[in-house]
Every structure is written in structure tokens, then in C-alpha cells.
């Protein structure tokens, strides 16, 4: 596999899933805060929370058709670009994918059809329900995503069969109460409900600088500021940080985001923030907070984490037994009668990965040197530098978040936020924030998994499908294209529909009712 | 259970979800192709669309859900295909963009531009997926050139314009046509009038041209297109390794089946059958039944695909040994045990509250209907 082809299949799964990210957290919270209002419509009977629930809907259906056309692009992606890794991993990775499908994508996709047509047709609680079963759905997809994405991060409940030349499944419980999963879950739910949050928020609060439908955009503010306080709290103390003292490629991915070089005694100090030199594999300068890391990254005061150079030295050792296992590989797959190459391969099994990888570097292991073996310890860490100020920036805007909706839900309880102007501005403002940490936060999560498609399983170099570079540039310019396209339109759908406000459903009951006839 | 039932009932297993999938997104895909020729203006083709509006994005879930069962089941089909196939294959992804946005967007503006962009982009996305799934198939009875090295890492070694053979491209006009058949009797079956009386010549027309190609299609497979056999023993029970076996090209071969178990004959005799009278009752008005009878229609036809293959999923034309089979593409037999339980539990609830979906929105599209929902309506 040359290194642009896989570079190349690298950017366009980045690109597409990144792009995918855009949509899918605000689907997985506007479903909720959906729920909410039409809740409160069945128990009060009240017009304006069907009337909420029918105009955030709408905005949430333009959202959602984009998510769904960017989702489809994700599973085809699996086996047009990387058709080795479907094959090595597929016994064990399909079948959450294909659970997904079964259990929450046909729920979610069924059920809102009948929630944009159904209203004249279904008694109220029989909507209401209808309402409930999108979002379980739409929740479901994203626990069963997670489920397979986390044992990419941490591949456990599997084994290597040399006869099918593939990993297989052994344990599916194991598969399926993953710790990194359920951390991932809670932690990119939560997200999602913020980043909904956010958007009612910020766009009730452009109402009320206008002036405009005073009353719907207040009650919308209210529900936006509850939700949000209680989710941006879950977002960041349920964080990701549980999970990551989980498995050894949690462990690598620490260490890099927190640019610490060297295992230092419990509890270990924090880097709020630093210089990362990656040259000279120090930090230049650093400000250090006394035993946070320790604490938040082992929830104890006696475990130590490891650090980069000590993480380094363990992978030299285990790409070392990983060239044992590869060429006993070799033997069985050439004579599988061989015994003594069986009982090599089983004894350095939980190391073939990182013989594989040293593959990338070297075909033939007689010709490995010094510099080359190296290079391979080396790239077992993710660039340092993205990793520690991404991980930053992400963390930063969620507690500006949190902040926000701590001053929201203070003012909605007082009921006075339509005059609080420098509230309504910040939440207009950080309109985008929520996005750009959801985008972080999916960069530091698989960037940081570098160079594995699964970690300690199969290097990314050898997931990839037998294709040219052309192929790449050509397939990536088209999703270019397409979704270029695509969100120029909905960027206008969703300008016009939000800017028209609660009138675009022509009730009779709101402001600019005639600015837009449809 | 035991690996070689489980190896087949997979194989029945992915059958029944493209199956599921030609019914239920074929549907509203035929109902897409038709849309620009159906519908003649823009009242018309709201009501052509919204028969479909409440229902197309569950529908495209059989097709999500049976990619993700291929890949759970049959990891070298998925990956093979998928990379193999890669301009095809992205050719029907960009195609599907059309349709979620499509038929969310389309009537949010009132411009007849904008409307009639998206009506086309609706047409491609009805009418693309289906003409080249069946040009996949066309390829997959020819064998495809493709081989394993020892690691089973696959090359693909034929070109995008090689798969628009002639053969191919015959089965693409029977997939094409037989998605315009279905598509045709349900909109007949949710329209009035003047939409109804097109759809229903649409399906006509569909119908016997569907038959005709089938017809040329099959002739031609026994007569002029070598099948495959595998000439190795077989040991059902065995690990997937499908480098473990010897393959023969030989003309003929796909007919094996039908001499061996001469009641899978009847598979074929359901696609004549069936769309025969699905044309009859039709001709009555039964539109309700005729659906019902179109769906046993395209049965028959993707099922006489299969059976004519069976045991091979997608033969290799230039390492006969790399070709995969029922026997040797598939996953663990616990990996295919967890599917089957989730495949169990899941469809019948699945088919439960989709057709209680369809039950609430049950009766005609008219052109009132339209009017009444200006601005909720698709």
C-alpha cells in the first residue's frame, strides 16, 4: 500500500466523517428537547408547545435529511475504502453496524414520517409516543456506533485466527459493556443534547433581540436552558476522562493529549497548559497544577499513568515479539500442520499487531536496522501537539457552555431573560461553539488512535482497499463537490426557516406570517 | 446450532433482507422514476411524491441494514464488492443523496426551478440504484476479476466500463424495469385519476417489458454464459478460507440447481406467475392485491439470481479459487448465531410497526389533500 493512497483514504474518511458530525449531535438532542415540548403540550393542552414542537421540528427535519444522506457514506465507506479492515475485523465490527440498522435505524426513520404526518391523524398521546420512539431511536444508533467505534479504541472479547486469517469474536458481552463504549456514549449523547441546547437558545434569544414572537421564543429559551444546564454538566463530569485509564490505547492517547513525557509519581500534576516540543520530546515550559491528572484521569491516588517515553519503551518491546509472531504467521499459513509454529504464533498472539505495523516499514524483518525498528516504536504515538491543544480547545468551550447555560437557567427562573440584552448576545454568539467541540472532540478521539484502525490490532497502513491514488482524488473531489453543495442549500433552508421564525407555519398565530408564503 | 445450518440460513437471510429491500425502498425508488412522467405539473407531482413522503426513509433502511448484514455475515462479500465495484458502488451512494433532500427541501421553496432541480434529483435517486444493482448482479452471474494474494488482501483487476457488458447491462434493464413495475402499482394503488390511469399503463408496460428481458436474460444464462462449480469436496463445517478450495468454470453450470432439486424451478415459474397476475387484477382495480402479487413478482426474479448461484455469492473469473461461496465468505459461526437471534427478534417487530405506519397513513393522495397542507405536505 503506497503512503498516499492510504494518506488519501485517510483525508476522505476524515472529511466524510467529520462533515457526517455536523448533523448527527444536534439530531440526537433536538429529539429530546422535541419530546419535552410536546410533553408539555399533551399535559397542559397548551397551542404554542405544539406549536414549538411543530416549528423546531421543522428545522430539526432539515438537519436530519443532511444526516441522513452523510450516514449512508460512512457504512459504504467501510467496504470501498477500507475493504482489508472489513475483511480483518468484520466478524466482530459488522454486527453492531448491522444491529444498528435492525434495532435503531428503522425505528428512528419509521417513526418520523409519522412525526411530520401524522399530526392530523393521531390522537395526542399516540403522537407524543410516536415523538418518543424517533428519539429513542435515534439514541439507540448512536450506543450501538459507539459500541463498535469503542473496540476500535479498546479491541476486547476477540482473537486472532490464523486459518481464516481474520480476527473473530469470542465474547460478546465483552463487545457489547465495553467500558470505553459506554464512557463514549454517555460522553457524545450528552454533546448532542448540548449542542441542541445551544441552538434553541441562541436562536430564541435572536427573537427576543428582535422583538419578535416574545412569548414562543421565551418558553423555547426555557426548555433550551434546562436541558442545557443538566447536559453540559453530564458532558464534562461524565466526560470521556473515565474511560481513559481503560486499555493501553486510552492510555497513549493521554499521554499525548496531555503532552506527558514521563510517568511521574501519584497523583500526577496537570498541564494546563504548555509547550510541547516534540523534537526534543519535552515540554518547553508548562503550568503545572499539582495532582489533577492523577485525579481525574485514575479517580485514585496511588495509580500511576504512564508517560510517552515509557509507553514507547513497552511498544519496542512488543513489536519486537510481534516480528516472532508475523513470521510464525508465515509458517502456519504456509504448512498449517506446523505445531511448533502454532505454538509460537499463540504465545506471541497478543502481538501481532505490532509486528504488523513494523510492516509498513520494512516487508522483509531480515532487514530490519536499528533506525528502522525506531521509526516503528516512534509512530506507535500520535503527534503530540494537535492532540494537547485539541483536546484544550474542546475542553475550553465546554466550560463556556456550561457557563452560559448557568446564567440562562438563573434568568429564565427569575423570568426576565427577554431584558437581559448581554445574555441574549452571548448565547447568539456561541451559536457555533458546540460544533467546533463536537469536531474536536472527534479529532482527539481517532487521530489520538493513530496508527491503528484498531488499536494494538491492525495498523491503518494495511486497512485499506487496493486502490489507486487516482481512484482517491477522484471519489474524494466528488464528496468535495456534493457536500459543498448540499450545505450551501441547507445553510439556506435553515437561514430562511429560522430567520421566518414560529410564522413559517402559517397558524396565523405569529410575526411574519406573509414575509415567506411557504 | 450448527455451523453449515447456520452458513445456509444465511444465505436465505440476506436473500430475505434484498428482498425486503427491492419491496420496500424498490417501491418508492419505481415510484421516483416515474415521478417526472407521472406527475405533470407541480400539484400532480407533490401527490405522486407524498404517497411516498411518510415512508421512503424507513424504507431506505433495508437497504442500510442489509449492507450492514452482508458485512456482518459475509465480511469478503462486503469488502470485496464494496472496493471492487468502487465507482459503481459510489455512483449509487451519490445517486441516494438526492433522496433525503430531495423530498425534504423540494416544497420548502416556492420556486419552480428549485422544485423541479430536486424533482430530477429524485428521479436519479429512484432510478440509478436499481439500474446498476442489477448490473452488479449481471456481473457477479459472469464472475468477477478479482483474486486473494495469501493474506486474502483482494484485487480488483477490471475496470468501471467492463462491468456495462452487454449481459450486464441486459440485467439492468430487468432491475430497472422490474422497480418501475412495483413502483407503478403502488402509486396506483395511492393515487386517483388521471395519476392513477398513467401509473397504472406505466406498470403495464414495466411489467411485460420486465418478463421480456428476464425471459432473454435467462435463455441467454443457459445457453451462451459459462457458470461455475466448485470441483473440490466440500466440508460445510469447515472454517471460512476461500482459498481452501479448487473452482471450475463450465457451461451449464448455473443450471446444476434446477437439475438437482427440480422444485426450485417453481422460483422462476413465481416470476412469470406473479407478474402476470399482478397485470390481470390490475386491469381490475385490485390495486391493494396487485402490490401484494408485484412483491412475489420481484421475489421471483431475485430469487432465480440466487438459486442459479447457490452456493456461489461472487465467483472470481480470473482466480477460480478466490471465488466466493455460502461456505467459505462467511463469519464465525458465532458472530452468524448473535445475527440470526438479532434477525429474529428485530424483523417481526420491524414489520409490525411499519405497517401499522402505513396503515395510519392508509387512502388516496388527491390533489385536495395537497392543497390543505401547502405548507406541511412534501
Known sequence: ???????????????????????????????????????????????????????????????????????????????????????????????????????????????????????????????????????????????????????????????????????????????????????KFVHTVSAGYVTASTFVLAISSWYMLKGKDVEFAKRSFRVASAFGLASALSVIVLGDESGYTVGEAQQTKLAAMEAMWDTEPAPASFNLIAAPNEKAEKNDWAVKIPYVMGLIGTRSTTTLIPGIHQI??????????????????????????????????????????????????????????????????????????????????????????????????????????????????????????????????????????????????????????????????????????????????????????????????????????????? | MDYPTLKVIWWVLVGVLLIGFAIMDGHDMGVGTLLPFVGRNDVERRVVINTVGPHWDGNQVWFITGGGAIFAAWPLVYATAFSGFYWAMLAVLWALFFRPVGFDYRSKIANAAWRSTWDWGLFIGGAVPPLIFGVA???????????????????????????????????????????????????????????????????????????????????????????????????PAAMANPLGKTVVRQA?????????????LLVPALAYLATLITLTVLKARRTGLAFILSALALTGVIGTAGVSMFPFIMPSSTSLASSLTVWDAVSSQKTLFIMLVATLIFVPIIIAYTSWCYRVMAGKVTVAFIEKNEHSAY
Open chain 1, 1 to 183: 500500500m503506497t503512503d498516499s493512497l492510504v494518506d488519501l483514504s485517510r483525508l476522505q474518511f476524515a472529511v466524510t466523517a467529520l462533515y457526517h458530525f455536523l448533523f448527527v449531535p444536534l439530531t440526537l438532542g433536538m429529539v429530546w428537547i422535541l419530546v419535552v415540548m410536546e410533553s408539555v403540550y399533551v399535559m397542559t393542552g397548551k397551542q404554542v408547545y405544539q406549536d414549538m414542537t411543530r416549528f423546531w421540528g421543522k428545522l430539526f427535519g432539515i438537519n436530519f435529511a443532511l444526516g441522513v444522506t452523510t450516514g449512508i457514506t460512512m457504512e459504504f465507506q467501510f467496504g470501498t475504502n477500507w475493504a482489508y479492515y472489513s475483511h480483518y475485523v468484520g466478524d466482530i465490527f459488522g454486527a453492531p453496524l448491522a444491529i444498528e440498522g435492525l434495532m435503531a435505524f428503522f425505528l428512528e426513520s419509521t417513526f418520523i414520517g409519522l412525526f411530520f404526518f401524522g399530526w392530523d391523524r393521531l390522537s395526542r398521546p399516540k403522537h407524543l409516543m410516536v415523538t418518543l420512539l424517533m428519539a429513542l431511536g435515534t439514541n439507540l444508533s448512536a450506543l450501538w456506533i459507539l459500541i463498535a467505534n469503542g473496540w476500535m479504541q479498546n479491541p476486547v472479547g476477540a482473537e486472532f485466527n490464523p486459518t481464516t486469517m481474520r480476527m473473530e469474536l469470542v465474547d460478546f458481552g465483552a463487545l457489547l459493556f465495553n467500558p470505553d463504549a459506554q464512557a
Open chain 1, 312 to 518: 514507547k519503551e513497552k511498544n519496542r518491546q512488543r513489536i519486537l515479539s510481534g516480528i516472532e509472531a508475523v513470521r510464525a504467521l508465515e509458517q502456519v499459513r504456509h504448512d498449517p500442520a506446523d505445531q511448533e509454529a502454532r505454538r509460537v504464533l499463540e504465545a506471541h498472539k497478543a502481538d501481532l499487531g505490532f509486528g504488523l505495523l513494523l510492516k509498513s516499514y520494512v516487508r522483509n524483518f531480515d532487514q530490519v536496522t536499528p533506525e528502522l525498528l525506531q521509526k516503528a516504536v516512534d509512530s506507535t504515538i500520535p503527534r503530540v501537539f494537535p492532540m494537547f491543544w485539541g483536546f484544550r480547545i474542546m475542553v475550553a468551550l465546554g466550560f463556556l457552555i456550561l457557563m452560559l447555560f448557568v446564567a440562562s437557567f438563573v434568568s429564565t427562573l427569575q423570568g426576565r431573560c427577554e431584558n437581559k440584552r448581554w445574555l441574549l448576545k452571548w448565547a447568539l454568539l456561541m451559536l457555533p461553539a458546540p460544533w467546533l467541540a463536537c469536531e474536536f472532540g472527534w479529532f482527539v478521539a481517532e487521530y489520538g488512535r493513530q496508527p491503528w484502525t484498531i488499536y494494538g490490532v491492525l495498523p491503518t497502513h494495511l486497512s485499506v482497499s487496493t486502490l489507486t491514488p487516482g481512484n482517491l482524488m477522484g471519489s474524494l473531489a466528488g464528496f468535495v463537490g456534493f457536500y459543498t453543495i448540499l450545505l450551501v442549500v441547507e445553510m439556506v433552508l435553515m437561514v430562511k426557516f429560522a430567520r421566518q421564525g414560529p410564522g413559517s407555519l402559517a397558524t396565523g398565530r405569529y410575526d411574519n406570517e406573509l414575509a415567506h408564503a411557504h
Open chain 2, 137 to 235: 448482479f449481471g456481473n457477479l452471474l459472469q464472475g468477477v476479476p478479482f483474486a486473494f494474494d495469501d493474506n486474502l488482501v483482494s484485487t480488483y483487476s477490471g475496470s468501471f466500463w467492463q462491468l456495462l457488458n452487454p449481459f450486464a447491462l441486459l440485467a439492468g434493464v430487468v432491475s430497472s424495469a422490474m422497480i418501475t413495475f412495483h413502483g407503478g402499482v403502488y402509486l396506483a394503488h395511492r393515487t386517483e385519476g388521471v395519476i392513477q390511469e398513467r401509473a397504472m399503463s406505466s406498470a403495464r408496460w414495466s411489467g411485460l417489458i420486465m418478463l421480456a428481458s428476464f425471459t432473454l436474460a435467462g435463455i441467454w444464462l443457459a445457453s451462451g454464459i459459462d457458470g461455475y462449480r466448485i470441483s473440490s469436496v466440500v466440508d
Open chain 2, 252 to 264: 451449464g453450470a448455473w443450471l446444476d440447481n434446477y437439475r438437482h432439486w427440480p422444485l426450485t
